[in-house]
C-alpha cells in the first residue's frame, strides 16, 4: 500500500489528477449543485441526462480524441502538429459533401465518415512524410497544411457554410433514442478503449517511446523509425475525422472557419497538462486525456461563473501557467524534498540516484 | 531571301498594329480593379464576390480584375499594382481600416477614381468618390427595436457575442449592450463564442445548467443561433415563434431563413453583401459626367420576423444555399 503510493507520487498524473481534483472542489466549494446531474426529456421526446458535468465530458470529446492523437505524434517525433484544426474541417468537409450528396441513412453516414477518415489520413501522411522522411520539424512541416487547411475546407463545398440535418446524424451529435448519455461520450470511451488495446497487444507504445527517446539507436534496433513517425501521423489522422465528423453531427452544419477552431493549442496544452514530456519519448493517453477534460472543465467554470467576455482567455492562462509550473521538473524536486523534509526522511532525493 | 523575311517581318510588323488597333477599339470597356477579401472568409464575403461577379460583367461593359487577401499589405500592393495598371475605377473593402492614405493619394494623382465598399477605412474623404457600406450599429438598433416591439413582460437575455473587436461584434453589441445600462433588459449571460457554433452551444448549455431563467437568445450571427438552439434541443427547452424562447439571430443565410419559416426562430438580421449594383450605377453616373449626391451610402438593411418571412424573401435576401 505505501509502496503503491509511493509510486503514485512519482506517476507522472499525479500533477493532472491533483489539478483536476482542485477543479472539482473549487466548483463544489462555488456551488455545491454544480456536478449534479438531471434527468429531463429533449425536443426529441427522449429521456436523457443533462448537468454541468454532462456538458464538460460531451464538450471535451473532440479535444480528448484528438488530444490521443496528439499524444502519440508527440511521443514519436518530439514536436506537435499544429494543423489538427484546419485538418479537422477538411474531413468535416468532405463528410459532409458525401452526405449532401447521398440520401442520408445510416450506411451513407458510415460512407462519408470513411471518406473523411481516408483524406484525413492522406493529410496525416502527408505532414508524416515531412517530418519522417524530410525531417522537417513537425511544427513546421505542419504549418502550411495549418494556413492551407481551412481554404482547402472551403473549396470541398464550394460554400460557407453548408447544412446537413436528419435525425440520424443527432444520433451522432447528440442522443440515441434510449440511451441517456450523449453519443459523443461514448464514442471517446469506446475509441480510448481500443486504442488502448492496440497498445497493449501491439509493439506500438513500446517502438513510438523508443523513437521518440532515440531515433537512432532505435533504428539500430531494427525499428522503422520514419515508419513509426508517418504511422503516428496516420493514427493522428483518424483521430481528426472522428472529431471533424462529431463537431459537423453536433449543430448539422460546417462552418469551415470555425469548426474546431484553436484545438490544435488545446490539443498540445491537454498533452502538456497530462505530464508528457513535449520533447518525446514515455508517453500517457490517460494523462493527456485527463489534461482534455481539465481544460474544458476550466472552460465551464469560467462560463458558469460569469467571467466577462474579454477576460475568459486570460483567466485561463493563469490557471494553465500554474498547472505547467506546477509540474515542472523544478517544482517537482521541491515538493519532493519538502515532503522528505517534512516526514523526515531525507533519503527521499537520493533514492533516485 | 533577306527580302522575302524583311517583307514577312513587315507584315506581322503590321498585321500586329492593325490587331492592336482591334482591341483597342475594342476596348471601350471601363477598366475596373476589385480588392476584397477572399470568398472563403466567410458566406457573407461568398455572397459579396458573387454580387459583384454577376454585377461587374463584360457585357455591362466592365473590364475586370480582382485581388483577393485577408491581408493589408498585400491588398496594398495589390492596389498600387491597379494603379500603375491604368485602372480607371478601383473598388476597395479593405482588410484593415488603417494605412490606405498613400495609396489613395497616388490613385488620384493618377486619376483612378476611389469607391468603397462594405468597410469604411481611415483616409480623408475627398481619396474617394464614395463609401458604400453596412452601418453594423444600426443593424444591433433595428434588431433590439424588433426585440421591445415584442412587448414581454421581462426580458432575460443571453447574448452570445462574435469574435471580440470584430466590426459585426462592437456594432451588434452596442444597441443590446445600451439595454442592460438602462435595465430595460436583463443579462443573464454574455460570453463570446468568436463566431464558433459549438462553443455557442457550450455557453448556452452553462447557463442552462446553472438553473437561471432566460427567454431570449440574442446572438451575434447564424452559426451560434444554430449553436444555441441545438443547446436548447437537448435540454428539452422549446424556442420560437410562441414559445418558451425567442431566438434572433444575423446574416441571413438561406438555411436560417428557413429556420424562421418553420417557426423555430424569430427574428433574423441582415448584413447586405450586395453594394455590387450601387456603385455600377454610381460608376454610370459619373460616367454619364453627373456627380454623386453622397459621400457614405449605407446599405439597406432589414430585419426578418419569423411571422411575416415568405419564401420570397428567402429567395431574396438569403446567403448560399
Redesign the interface.
Known sequence: MDNGLKKFSRSQLVVPLFSLFLLIVFNLIRDVGFFSVIVTTNNEGNTVLSGNLISILNGASELAIIAIGMTLVTASSGGQDISVGAAAAIAGSVFVRVLRENQITMPIILAAFLAGCVVAIIFGSFNGTLVAAFKIQPMIATLILFTAGRPIAYWINGGATPTVSSSLLNYIGSFIPGIPIPTPIIIVIIFGVLVSLVLRFTNLRLYTQAVGINERSARLTGINAAGIKLLSFMILGVCVAISGSIGVSRIGLINHETLLLDIEMDAILAVAIGGNSLGGGKFSLTGSVIGAYIIQALTITLYAMKVSSTAVKAYKAIVIIAIVIISSPIVKEYALRLRGRLLGKPKEVTENQ | MKKLISVVLILAMASGLVACSALTSKSKLIKVGIVNN?????????ANVADFEKVFTEENGYDVSTYYSLKNDEQLNAAGQFITDGVDYLLISAAATDGWESVLSSAKEAGVKVFLFDRMLNADESLYEAAVVSDMAQEGITAVEWLKSQKLDSYKVVHI?GA?GSDAQIGRTAALEAEFAAGTMTKV????A??????A???V??????GEEFNVIYAEN??MA??AV?A???????HGVGKEVIIMGFDC?K?ALRELLAGNWNYDGQCSPFQASVIHEMIQKLEAGEKLAEKKVISKERGFDATTITQADIDTYG???
Open positions: 477572399p470568398p472563403a472568409e466567410s458566406g457573407y464575403r461568398a457575442q471580440m449571460a454574455q460570453q463570446t468568436t463566431w464558433d457554433e459549438a462553443e452551444k457550450k455557453i448549455e452553462a447557463v442552462i445548467n446553472s447564424d452559426g444554430k449553436g441545438a436548447l434541443d437537448e435540454a428539452g427547452i422549446t443565410n438555411w446567403l448560399g444555399e
